[in-house]
Structures are given as C-alpha cells and as structure tokens.
C-alpha cells in the first residue's frame, strides 16, 4: 500500500474541500450541530427563573428571589401591562448567521450571534432611558424598600399592581442572580469550540 506523503495528504485535503459535496457535508455537519448549541441556549433561556418569572406577567410569583419573595420582577421593574418583554428579547436571541471561507486549504466557518451590548440595548428600563432591565438583574436594581404591590389594581401604576412610593416602607435590598451573561458565556464556548472545528 502506497505512503502519502504529509505535503501530499494536504493537497488532497485542499483539493477536497473545494468540492461541492464536501462543502455541502461540512455545511450539513455544523448546521446540525449549531441547532443543538442554540436549541440547548434557548431551552436555558426559556427556564431560568427570572425568565420565567418576568414572562409570568403582574401575577407571577418572586421564583427568582431576588425580592425576597415581595411581588415579582414584572411588576418591581414596571413594564407597562400588556406588553411582552421576554418575546422581544428572545427574537433577538434567536438571531444568527453562518458563514463558511475559504483558509489556506482549509474551510474556516464563522458564527454570529447577539452580543451581550445586542442584548442590553434590547431591554431598556421602562422608566431610565440608557439603562438595561437584564443588565440590573445581575448588577442590582435600586428601590426595593419603596416598592409598593398590591393584589388589587393601582390605576396610576404601569403594570397595574405596583408603584414606587416616597418613604421606606421595608427593609431589604435587591438580590442580584446571574442571567444573560452567564447564559451567553456558555453559548459563546460552545460556539467557538464549533467554530475551532477542522474542515
């Protein structure tokens, strides 16, 4: 049985990768392996507490504790009631792209997908401009002493079950939980372990 030679095996291996079919199964190999690293990203996403504590709306329950267990993130951070603040940060999340380049005999794939500025530019503070809800969330959000809820409606409140009063009406502070940088920590390694990928 003939030796290929090192130099020759790489020319073969250069010749291979210009090929439609080899493209085509490398293109097939890391898409598939993609949707997994997203799909396992969204499903942590989807399941962590403040996610779905937030996504629970005014009623929800403080699963996250980072209330200490007094009314939830929905109505402490003051979303407008009705609106979908994890609907629109997960559309932003679901982004990506791919693509496959040519290097010196070889296939280099990039991946991108939302930084973590993408994300904290997405999730404003609804009553502090240039501040980001999901950034506080690991940083800390300011107020908890003077948060008011009730389990009736307040008409003068954006979510409708709390509002901010002047006073400390309670001790205690905001406890802060890792979130969006963690998460996206986790996906971004898996990424380039997949982006390390020899082709």
Do not use: C
């Amino acid at each position: 049985m003939p030796v290929i030679s090192a130099k020759d095996a790489k020319k073969l291996k250069q010749q291979a990768a210009k090929e439609p079919a080899f493209r085509k199964g490398v293109k097939r190999t890391i898409e598939k392996e993609f949707s997994t690293i997203r799909d396992n990203f969204m499903q942590a996403f989807d399941s962590h507490p403040v996610t779905m504590e937030i996504e629970g709306g005014p009623s929800a329950s403080n699963s996250s504790r980072t209330l200490g267990g007094i009314g939830n993130l929905y109505t402490y951070i003051g979303f407008q009631s009705g609106s979908r603040p994890i609907k629109t940060l997960r559309k932003v999340l679901e982004k990506y792209s791919i693509r496959y380049n040519d290097l010196k005999g070889r296939l280099r794939i990039t991946i991108e997908v939302p930084t973590k500025e993408d994300v904290f530019t997405v999730t404003p503070m609804p009553w502090a401009m240039g501040r980001s809800w999901a950034r506080g969330i690991e940083k800390g959000i300011s107020g908890l002493g003077q948060y008011l809820v009730k389990s009736g409606s307040i008409p003068q409140s954006r979510s409708g079950r709390a509002i901010e009063v002047k006073g400390k009406i309670r001790s205690g502070k905001f406890s802060n939980v890792s979130y969006m940088s963690a998460l996206l920590n986790d996906y971004y390694k898996a990424i380039k372990k997949l982006e390390n990928k020899t082709f």
